[in-house]
């Protein structure tokens, strides 16, 4: 079984779905629009894809409800150098590569890396054997031809550069933290499976529902009246 494969059996029993059953192929293709197959998740469950894509395991990782991060976090990993987020407008693929470029500089020399060196240190050279990559591939993603690269890519910068992979997941689009309110809150089975469901929902029902629940607490909270703003003024 590949790393990945084990990552995601691990997730698997970690992220349940609202009603506590693990996620399969099937739900997991409607919770994804489709982006992942059913046979898909069977194929990378079994380790036959060894080297899925970003938008694949991006797409698993907010049905499932969990940052994307954690497809690359491992406790036996190096820490990886500290990298500061690039600006806003660089938070892509390309961008967060070229950011790389931009600070990390060659100890030797002192100058920014080349492709062809970062191809050379990948062991990819110009084949791209041995798993490294090649000038054009690394031409690719810092240009943006390549915005969808596969864990190995991804693996074989993150190594170069030594960084952790989890750099290239653009962290403000991960899941917002909760509050200890809110944590409290989706501990309640009942308001679990309510936001599980209405996630999936079109965003004029989600509104629906939204105007429902501010309903019932008006009924529950009324607001002032102008009697009742008088009286207590």
Do not use: C
């Not at 899925?52 to 990993?77: Q, T, V």
């Not at 600070?103 to 084949?127: D, F, P, Q, W």
């Not at 899941?175 to 499976?193: C, G, Q, V």
Request: net charge negative.
């Amino acid at each position: 079984m590949t790393h990945i494969a084990r990552r995601f059996e691990a997730l698997l029993d970690a992220y349940r779905r609202a009603d506590g059953r693990r996620w399969g192929g099937q739900s997991l293709s409607e919770a994804t629009g489709g982006i992942v197959t059913r046979s898909y998740v069977t194929n990378l469950r079994k380790g036959r894809i060894e080297n899925p894509g970003y938008e694949k395991l991006d797409a698993i990782a907010r049905a499932m409800g969990f940052s994307p991060e954690l497809w690359f976090e491992n406790g036996g990993e190096r820490s990886g150098r500290a990298i500061p987020e690039p600006a806003e407008e660089k938070r892509d693929i390309a961008g967060r590569v070229n950011h790389l470029f931009e600070v990390i500089r060659n100890e030797k020399t002192g100058e920014a890396y080349t492709n062809a060196e970062v191809a050379r240190m990948s062991l990819g050279g110009l084949t791209g054997q041995d798993g490294g990559l090649t000038e054009e591939e690394i031409r690719k993603l810092r240009s943006g031809e390549i915005p969808n690269p596969s864990v190995n890519q991804v693996a074989a910068l993150a190594d170069v550069f030594g960084v952790q992979p989890s750099y290239f997941v653009d962290r403000n689009q991960g899941p917002m933290l909760l509050d200890e309110e809110a944590i409290s809150a989706l501990e309640d089975d009942t308001t679990n499976a309510i936001l599980h469901k209405s996630i999936r929902l079109p965003p004029r029902e989600r509104d629906m529902i939204l105007a429902i629940i501010q309903q019932f607490e008006n009924l529950h909270n009324p607001p002032d009246t102008p009697r009742n703003a008088e009286e207590s003024s």
